[in-house]
């Protein structure tokens, strides 16, 4: 039974196991930004423009945690993905267990930073008086919860590393449904505004890591830690902590450069807010794509790698680039001429909110034209991370973070909005450039 719940793809047909493991994956990530985007409608659209450009300040900081933890996630399931494709499950209970002790004790210390230090984070990014108390609310009640996000994501984590992404886009297709309602009747009809949204996350998260056990306990038994596996290992935890803290660093830098630029877009005002908040809102479903796919190459290489097949591994990869290429030709003709409508379904131009329906397409036409870049870079990093190599994705983010801040700080005044849409799409020119010049010195290709 359990053989119907796993992919192995150490053999067999190359392009259906990839798209196997990546539609998945897109769903699932789709239904992410749908889960993230509930909020972000129901604060629009029943609560106030206010309240939904607090939260677009609030979840700089809230993204700035959860991405920290799932980068360490990512870097967890690239170690258990190789002890599977190695057929050595024994490895793969005891590094579950390790990552799961070790990361819950510093998710528990970010949780604390988050709760106790709101006030302080929001003064640094420039938070306009009238949104700071809505949005260090939510800030307080999200961080409170993290720790239920950490055990989501290390096992949805655990899944992607055994080729079943079936499962965590079922379970978040649930809570999505779940949030919904939630969010509607705490922040609407009780009337809690941005404080019932924050609690609807916290809840539906609970739901969610209590589904992803019972999944476990009923059909993957024997990849759940018993109490033998609950063994201190030296070298698998330095191991767990040099790939998560690697592919953390990565999602940090991002989110510690996006609350940088958070700062220079807080600048602009209430209307400048909302246009980016939107804006960045639709871009998310966007980069679901390429980041969806580059995960599933991450899984396959990683697999092949742990089962010694280099052949097979780096046809994975052209493979995974081929199509990567084609969606993000579909993609920049996608945002350029349905930016109006996807931003319109935040903004409500006929309500007077004009100059932030301007701002946001102008920001979006602009972007959209670097997506073939995005997606291309994405799947070099999707081979780098499943072989291992995360001092290269880390380096790079960095540069590429880096130069977006800078880039931003620079024009912001000149371009408004348009600014970061330049320095984006500068940005992942930067780390493509970078993955490849190092690709080709070392004889990857």
């Given at each position: 039974?359990a053989a119907?719940?796993v992919?192995?793809m150490?053999?067999g047909?190359?392009t259906?196991?990839?798209?196997?493991?990546?539609?998945?994956?897109?769903?699932?990530?789709?239904?992410?930004q749908?889960?993230n985007?509930?909020?972000?409608y129901?604060l629009?659209?029943?609560?106030?423009?206010?309240?939904f450009?607090?939260?677009g300040v609030?979840e700089?900081?809230?993204?700035l945690f959860v991405f920290?933890l799932?980068g360490?996630?990512?870097g967890i399931s690239?170690?258990?993905?190789?002890?599977f494709?190695?057929?050595?499950?024994?490895l793969?209970?005891?590094?579950l267990?390790?990552a799961?002790?070790a990361?819950?004790?510093v998710t528990?210390?970010?949780s604390?930073l988050?709760?106790f230090?709101?006030?302080?984070?929001?003064g640094?990014?420039?938070?306009?008086?009238?949104?700071?108390?809505?949005s260090a609310a939510?800030?307080r009640?999200?961080?409170?919860?993290l720790?239920?996000?950490?055990?989501y994501?290390?096992?949805a984590?655990a899944?992607?590393?055994?080729?079943?992404?079936r499962?965590?886009?079922?379970?978040?297709?649930?809570?999505l449904?779940v949030k919904?309602v939630?969010?509607?009747?705490?922040?609407?009809?009780?009337?809690?505004?941005?404080?019932g949204?924050?609690?609807?996350?916290?809840?539906?998260?609970?739901?969610?890591?209590?589904?992803?056990?019972?999944?476990?306990?009923?059909?993957?038994?024997?990849l759940?830690?018993?109490r033998e596996?609950?063994?201190?290992d030296?070298?698998?935890?330095?191991?767990?902590?040099d790939y998560?803290?690697?592919?953390?660093?990565?999602?940090?830098?991002i989110q510690?450069?996006?609350?940088?630029?958070?700062?220079?877009?807080?600048?602009?005002?209430?209307?400048?807010i909302?246009?980016?908040?939107a804006?960045?809102?639709?871009e998310?479903?966007?980069?679901t794509?390429?980041?969806?796919l580059?995960?599933?190459?991450s899984?396959?290489?990683a697999?092949?790698?742990?089962?010694?097949?280099p052949?097979r591994?780096?046809?994975?990869f052209k493979?995974?680039?081929?199509?990567?290429?084609?969606?993000?030709?579909?993609?920049?003709?996608i945002?350029?001429?349905?930016?109006?409508?996807?931003?319109?379904?935040?903004?409500d131009?006929?309500?007077?909110d004009n100059?932030?329906?301007?701002?946001g397409v102008?920001?979006?036409r602009t972007?959209?034209?670097?997506?073939?870049?995005?997606?291309?870079g994405?799947?070099?990093?999707?081979y780098?991370?499943?072989?291992?190599?995360?001092?290269?994705?880390y380096?790079g983010?960095t540069?590429?973070?880096?130069?977006?801040?800078?880039?931003?700080w620079?024009?912001?005044?000149t371009?408004?909005?348009e600014?970061?849409?330049?320095a984006?799409?500068?940005?992942?020119?930067f780390i493509?450039?970078?993955?490849?010049?190092?690709?080709?010195?070392?004889g990857?290709n």
């Open positions: 039974m119907k719940h992919v192995s150490t053999e047909n190359i259906g196991q990839l798209m196997t493991v990546a539609w998945p994956l897109v769903i699932c990530d789709l239904i992410q749908l889960y985007t509930v909020d972000s129901v629009a659209r029943f609560v106030g423009q206010d309240s450009a607090a939260l609030a700089t900081f809230v993204n920290i799932l360490a996630c990512t690239v170690i258990l993905a190789t002890h494709g190695g057929g050595s499950e024994k793969f209970r005891r590094g267990f390790l799961l002790m990361g819950g004790a528990l210390f970010f604390g988050g709760m230090f709101t006030e302080w984070g929001l640094l990014i420039n938070t306009p008086a009238e949104l700071m108390e809505e939510y800030l009640i999200v961080c409170g919860g720790i239920f996000c950490y055990i994501n290390l096992g984590a899944l992607r590393a055994v080729g079943n992404t499962v965590a886009a079922v379970i978040l297709f649930g809570s449904l919904s939630l969010s509607y009747l705490l922040s609407v009809s009780v009337g809690w505004g941005i404080s949204a924050a609690t609807a996350t916290v809840m539906t998260q609970v739901l969610a890591c209590t589904a992803f056990y019972a999944y476990g306990r009923r059909y993957l038994p024997m759940l830690f018993t596996d609950m063994v201190f030296r070298e698998e935890l330095r191991k767990i902590f998560s803290s690697m592919t953390a660093l990565q999602q940090s830098s510690i450069g996006k609350v940088l630029i958070q700062g220079s877009i807080n600048s602009l005002g209430a209307a400048g909302a246009a980016y908040a804006a960045a809102r639709l998310s479903f966007v980069n794509f390429s980041q969806s580059a995960a599933a190459v899984v396959f290489v697999q092949n790698l742990g089962a010694k097949n052949v591994t780096k046809e994975g493979r995974g680039r081929s199509i990567s290429a084609m969606c993000g030709l579909v993609t920049v003709v945002m350029y001429g349905f930016a109006p409508l996807g931003i319109s379904w935040f903004i131009s006929a309500a007077g100059a932030a329906m301007a701002a102008a920001y979006l972007v959209s034209f670097f997506y073939l870049i995005c997606f291309w994405a799947i070099y990093q999707g780098l991370r499943g072989a291992g190599i995360l001092d290269i994705q380096y983010t540069m590429q973070i880096a130069s977006r801040v800078i880039i931003t620079l024009l912001i005044d371009l408004g909005l600014a970061v849409a330049w984006t799409g500068f940005g992942w020119i493509t450039t970078y993955q490849l010049i190092y690709w080709h010195r070392h990857l």
